[in-house]
């Protein structure tokens, strides 16, 4: 049972792939392995704990698990966030990169990230030329403040713009293991308070661990082997489908 940050990382690194939230696999979640105290579904909390990393809950350990725990992480699960150790993520990277060829905006948006090194979601987005947001109910919409945190991606009639989304890109550029998030960054008022969720800040792979950690010698095939041999061992009541869904 996770009931810390310390036991999310190791969490992680033990199984090797894990989502955030719950999906077709039973039990193959953050959502479903963590004390109820720690889960807060509505990004809410109360304010003499606003400055205690202890009484913060799993949404405010993805930093802290991120850097502390040499883990990646982004939208790797289905348009769904989550964990890869680093003992799979170089395997994840070289297979799903032979699986997600680019497009033309997409290469764009990856070639003004790494020009940055990283990136907050909004400096991404303007620094790439996509206009602002046309979110209703912004501040009150929980998933509209998951999809800020990157954790969650939102149904294209949340969009507004023409041909590939800015969302839709940095998307598949996860799933497609050309990009993660590497950290949260906060708001804060001038008391020093902090508020609302933490914004997502992007790198490249390549950028955040360095490239030499991501060499591996094996194909994308071998790599497709390797994790589908992981995810086999770690969830034996799964179908076939459900692990080709995990896969990707």
């Given at each position: ?24 696999v ?18 809410s ?9 202890d ?41 799903r990169r ?151």
């Open positions: 049972m996770i009931e810390s940050p310390e036991d999310m990382q190791h969490l992680a690194n033990e199984w090797g792939f894990l989502p955030f939230f719950a999906d077709a039973p039990g193959f979640s953050i959502e479903e392995n963590i004390d109820s105290r720690w889960w807060f579904d509505d990004g909390e109360d304010e003499e704990d606003e400055t205690s990393e009484t913060m809950g799993a949404w405010d350990w993805k930093g802290r698990c991120i850097l502390e725990g040499d883990l990646a992480y982004g939208k790797f699960f289905h348009g769904k966030a989550g964990y890869i150790s680093m003992q799979y993520y170089p395997d994840y990277v070289n297979y032979s699986r997600y060829p680019l497009s033309a905006t997409e290469e764009h948006v990856l070639a003004t990230l790494h020009a940055a090194g990283s990136l907050l979601s909004g400096e991404l987005r303007r620094a790439s030329g996509f206009g602002p947001r046309h979110y209703a109910r912004r501040e009150t919409n929980p998933l509209i403040r998951a999809a800020e945190a990157g954790d969650i991606r939102l149904p294209r009639e949340h969009h507004k713009s023409a041909g590939e989304s800015f969302e839709t890109a940095v998307t598949r550029l996860q799933m497609g293991g050309r990009m993660l998030i590497a950290d949260f960054d906060y708001r804060y008022d001038k008391q020093g308070h902090r508020y609302g969720w933490g914004i997502a800040r992007y790198a490249t792979p390549e950028d955040f661990f360095g490239p030499e950690r991501l060499v591996t010698e094996r194909t994308p095939e071998e790599s497709r082997r390797v994790i589908l041999s992981r995810l086999r061992e770690l969830l034996p009541e799964a179908t076939e489908a459900q692990l080709l869904r995990i896969l990707g």
